[in-house]
């Protein structure tokens, strides 16, 4: 049996979806649900669903009957421009904090996501070593919780016992719900298919053009991929990032889009906002030499065949 949090949310769902297409649907699944999320749980098979807060309380009461062999906590606010910091440390850290500790009595696998908003402006690099993690400088709230739990596993010296995933840029289906925090494909897609059109924000630094500030893009289905690894890999442990190790500019995404559509490339560039120009990555790229030598082998879908697999749930409006 294995735990998904979650479970209803954008990677986590898309996890689920992978195990189940594994046969594998002995899942208890945890989430807040709401109505725009259940689309995400439809198709998917599992034994029984929880409300986070339900399954919170069982875990601190040590009430699960039945054992897990993995917990794959995937179940975190991820808005970047949300201001609540007692909610990020509630629902963010010692949430993640309280499932950990219970795994770790029980000698259950544990794989959290992480995220490489940690890295902040990306001055301090993208390695995924404890002493960049260290020096890591997140720029909103949501980085700074996913900074602080990578911290704890750290020092409580966790790292040979526990997977965390830094996860870069990930898209795909089942981001529906995510509003303003879809990916930009998601966002961009109706319009383009409509009108051939798309808006990217201009450069504010000269030695960036328009549309080539650039982001490690990396597809769900990859995303999963990783996770899936390291369950297969329970011996394998530490904090890793999750990304291509390939950065592409925005006119890149832009051009495999309008590729996927059948239309003529046709982006129009506008201003950004003043608070997210304070605070904008021009550059993010995973290093993933420690992902590759914990033996994760399996080459990252290119950008142009990601983007044009997920049009076709885009299309209908189809999840994983």
Known sequence: MIVVTGAAGFIGSCVVAGLNERGREDLILVDELDDAKKKNLQSKKYRQYYDKKDFLDLILR?????????????????????????YF???NLEYTRSLAQWALKNKIRFIYASSA?????????????????RRCKPLNLYGQSKQDFDLWVIDQGLQDKVVGLKFFNVFGPNEYHKGDMRSVVAKAYQRVADEG???????????????????DFIYVKDAVDIVLFFLDHPQ?????????GKASTWNELAGALFAAV????????????????????YFTQAEVAKLRKSGYAKPFTP?????????????DHRCW
């Open 62 to 86: 040590d009430q699960i009957k039945e054992r897990p062999e993995a917990i794959i906590h995937m179940g975190a606010c991820s808005s970047t421009t949300l201001q609540d910091e007692r």
């Open 89 to 91: 440390k509630e629902n």
């Open 117 to 133: 908003a940690t890295y902040g402006d990306g001055s301090v690099g993208y390695k995924d070593d404890e002493a960049t993690i």
């Open 197 to 215: 059109k798309i808006a990217l924000f201009k450069s504010y630094r000269k030695d960036y053009k328009d549309g080539e500030q650039k982001r």
């Open 236 to 244: 394998t442990n530490g904090i890793f990032n999750a990304g291509t």
């Open 262 to 281: 059948g239309k003529k490339p046709n982006v129009q560039y506008i201003e950004m906002p003043a608070d997210l120009e304070r605070r904008y990555q």
């Open 303 to 315: 950008l142009k065949e990601a983007v044009a697999d997920y049009v076709r749930y885009l299309k």
